[in-house]
């Protein structure tokens, strides 16, 4: 073999061992990073300036998947923990009297029943207690048992978008306050209350407060007469001019109802005027108008004529989970009419070709404000 032979050998040699070098670290690359992705994340604790910094306005949807958290499930998913959730848990063999879920904090609750009030931790079980259960207590009065719920409402948990997270039970409507001024009407945040109210057959009603900070009813949000128009009943209540108050009582007389609505609505002070007894009532803060939280623990108040509120803690965003096709168009009757003729049976009305939802939108047929709640709420579907 020639001297420029052995030198093409050894280069040829060199450059295999090379190759062979630089595949194993590839491959190793892949193995490292496919390891990194199916590790767990640690998610971001969420501080408080973080909720300080949304404003009012801002639609932020917590149900989107983040760095560190597992995708939304499916809809059927989420319908099927929120079965979980209406079904008893395993009775007690020894039974007492049976109760009811009257207040509720992050660690201890309160059950009324004939024998007087028992106070007990809250149970690491599932499903957890929430204010409105009917409940079977043991003969000690110490322990208890969940019984069937007839009705809940309920939103996404936001440590876990794929599960429901329970706020009242046993309810015979839901009463959405949002104040007409200070913080201002958020027309997402009732349509998304509307919609987990129709999920679990509630019915719904809007309470507008604070209707003494506007000139007149005209200076409402137009979308809002929309609503109004599909089905939503309204009324609008001023406590200084004691306006609204007497159809709001007609409306809650013989009805367990869950009062939803962000901090600084007016939910404390509807109480208060309603019943006639003294409650805490925050104030909003000066500087951006939004409102302090008042009501930390939920409870339920039994103000007689019938009437059982339960007060929530105030919510600044309402996560639904995935949302189905069929409950979109449930809360937006009023795309069915152009929808059926559209080009495409299939169309979402963001982006096809020869929407007639658009094309009503561009000729004021349907109204803006509508359509962008159409589009926050289907990035979800």
């Not at 910094?53 to 639609?59: F, H, N, P, R, T």
């Not at 998304?192 to 057959?201: C, E």
């Not at 009324?235 to 306006?243: D, F, G, N």
């Not at 803690?313 to 995935?322: I, T, Y």
Request: with cysteine; proline share 7%.
């Amino acid at each position: 073999m020639s001297r420029r032979d052995k030198k093409i050998r050894k280069i040829l040699e060199e450059w295999n061992q090379g190759h062979e070098a630089r595949r194993r670290k590839e491959k190793a690359s892949k193995v490292r990073r496919a390891e990194k992705q199916a590790r767990p994340q640690r998610r971001r604790p969420v501080r408080p300036q973080d909720w300080e910094a949304l404003s009012q306005d801002e639609e932020t949807d917590f149900d989107q998947p983040s760095r560190g958290r597992a995708r939304v499930a499916s809809h059927q998913a989420y319908v099927e923990a929120l079965q979980v959730e209406q079904r008893p848990s395993a009775a007690i063999p020894e039974a007492g009297p049976t109760g009811t879920v009257t207040w509720v904090s992050r660690s201890r609750l309160r059950i009324t029943h004939a024998r007087g009030e028992s106070d007990c931790p809250v149970p690491r079980t599932e499903p957890r207690p929430v204010v409105g259960d009917e409940v079977r207590m043991d003969r000690n009065l110490e322990g208890f048992s969940l019984c069937r719920r007839r009705s809940v409402l309920c939103r996404s948990d936001p440590g876990h978008p794929n599960r429901p997270l329970v706020l009242a039970a046993n309810v015979d409507q839901v009463l959405i306050v949002s104040a007409a001024r200070r913080p201002d009407l958020r027309l997402g945040f009732v349509e998304r209350v509307w919609l987990a109210a129709q999920r679990t057959q509630v019915p719904a009603l809007l309470c507008v407060s604070k209707m003494d900070l506007v000139p007149s009813d005209l200076d409402l949000e137009p979308d809002l007469r929309t609503l109004g128009d599909n089905g939503l009943p309204i009324l609008t209540t001023s406590i200084p001019q004691a306006r609204g108050l007497e159809e709001l009582e007609r409306a809650l007389r013989d009805r367990r109802t869950v009062l939803v609505g962000p901090s600084g609505a007016g939910k404390s002070s509807l109480l208060q005027a309603i019943s006639g007894q003294e409650v805490p009532i925050g104030r909003v803060r000066h500087g951006d108008g939004k409102g302090r939280h008042t009501t930390t623990a939920s409870q339920l108040h039994d103000l007689g004529n019938g009437i059982q509120i339960i007060d929530t803690p105030g919510v600044r965003q309402f996560g639904l989970g995935q949302v189905s096709a069929a409950e979109l168009r449930d809360l937006f009757p009023e795309f069915a009419t152009h929808a059926a003729r559209c080009h495409f049976s299939d169309c979402t009305h963001t982006h096809e070709p020869r929407c007639q939802v658009r094309e009503a939108l561009s000729q004021g047929w349907v109204a803006p404000g509508r359509y962008r709640s159409y589009l926050r709420i289907r990035e979800n579907a």
